[in-house]
């Protein structure tokens, strides 16, 4: 099973609100990831986590703020977003190898519009 | 710097018409071609990964090649299910993927 799941599907916020979006696997991965995609564009790394800590920051503003509770969990923190921000938010999961095989995995994303 | 070039960007096919998309990357040491399929709305698909020129593999209507410089995504009768966005991507460093923009596939009945 190749199951990346994600919550909401669907959100939309203000620029003053505080919400999260989340993702869960249980693969048994310890790589997690996010990814933002605009529309008509490939997706963009944001973060990943190894192992439970975070590995890469690829210089995301600090209004996305990212949580791994647990190998199988991965949260994106949301505040004070601008409408530039609205995007498909992916998230990802790999075996977390670093090696040549692993593989991402993507969820279902969460389309969020920023009113 | 890692570069990877997808071709054309969109291409529109009659049922059962075959053909092929191209990914062109530039990079230091390939440690990993990725293709992915991604439907409207919903997040990429993971379809292959090729590691070495001359490698090729195969799912139902679809088939990737390698060489050194450039992948084909060959689509082989295709129907009107395969209509989608097809993306390429090479492995930097231990984690990160770069990806090119995608070829978005119209497969007409």
């Known amino acids: 099973d190749t199951e990346v799941t994600q919550t909401p599907k669907h959100l939309v916020m203000g620029m003053t609100n505080k919400k999260s979006l989340k993702c869960e696997q249980h693969m048994g991965h310890r790589a997690m990831y996010w990814y933002k995609q605009k529309a008509k564009k490939p997706p963009e790394l944001m973060f990943v986590?190894?192992?439970?800590?975070?590995?890469i920051n690829e210089s995301v503003p600090s209004r996305f703020s990212p949580e791994c509770p647990n190998s199988s969990l991965l949260n994106l923190h949301l505040h004070a977003l601008q409408p530039e921000d609205s995007a498909l938010y992916l998230c990802a999961s790999s075996r977390g190898l670093a090696d040549r095989t692993d593989t991402q995995y993507f969820g279902p994303g969460t389309r969020l519009t920023v009113l | 710097e890692d570069q990877v070039t997808q071709s054309p960007e969109a291409l529109r096919l009659q049922e059962g018409e075959s053909s092929s998309l191209n990914c062109s990357y530039t990079?230091?040491?390939?440690?990993?071609l990725f293709w992915y399929r991604q439907d409207p709305g919903k997040g990429p698909e993971f379809l292959f990964t090729l590691y070495s020129a001359g490698e090729e593999k195969e799912k139902e209507r679809l088939k990737a090649t390698l060489t050194k410089k450039e992948s084909f995504l060959h689509i082989t009768a295709p129907k009107p299910e395969d209509s989608a966005t097809y993306l390429c991507a090479v492995r930097q460093g231990a984690q990160k993927l770069v990806f090119g923009q995608g070829t978005r596939l119209t497969i007409n009945p």
């Open positions: 990079v230091s040491g390939l440690r990993g």
């Open positions: 986590y190894s192992y439970e800590k975070l590995s």
